[in-house]
């Protein structure tokens, strides 16, 4: 599986930018498909992410209500929709996906940076 992100940029606080992954490689509607992101000297922690039947999604806490993920074509390009951006969202965003075997994949990631 090979996942292509795109979509990151500098935008001031308040901004909006819109993130896709492009995946390819084995069919992946029974993946669990979603982005994460890595801040410098922080952990890698989720953003938002569907279960693998996509019935489900989970945000993290700081993305509720200002973050949305969305699929489309079997989740074979997912999207990150991010509005009202703040400083603190400035970070490396990756795709990530889970197979069945517990299998991780990661894309190369796309840095967000969010200043005035």
């Known amino acids: 599986v090979q996942l292509l992100e795109s979509g990151g940029g500098s935008v001031q606080p308040g901004g909006y930018l819109k993130l896709t992954c492009e995946a390819s490689?084995?069919?992946?509607?029974?993946?669990?498909m979603g982005w994460f992101r890595q801040a410098p000297g922080k952990e890698r922690e989720l953003v938002a992410a569907?279960?693998?039947?996509?019935?489900?999604?989970s945000y993290g806490e700081f993305a509720l209500g200002r973050f949305t993920i969305s699929s489309e074509s079997f989740r074979d390009t997912i999207y990150l929709s991010m509005n009202n951006l703040r400083p603190e969202d400035t970070a490396v965003y990756y795709c990530?996906?889970?197979?069945?075997?517990?299998?991780?994949?990661w894309g190369q990631g796309t840095q967000v940076t969010v200043s005035s």
């Open positions: 990530h996906a889970e197979d069945n075997l517990g299998n991780h994949y």
């Open positions: 490689g084995r069919p992946l509607n029974t993946y669990a």
């Open positions: 569907f279960s693998r039947n996509g019935e489900q999604i």
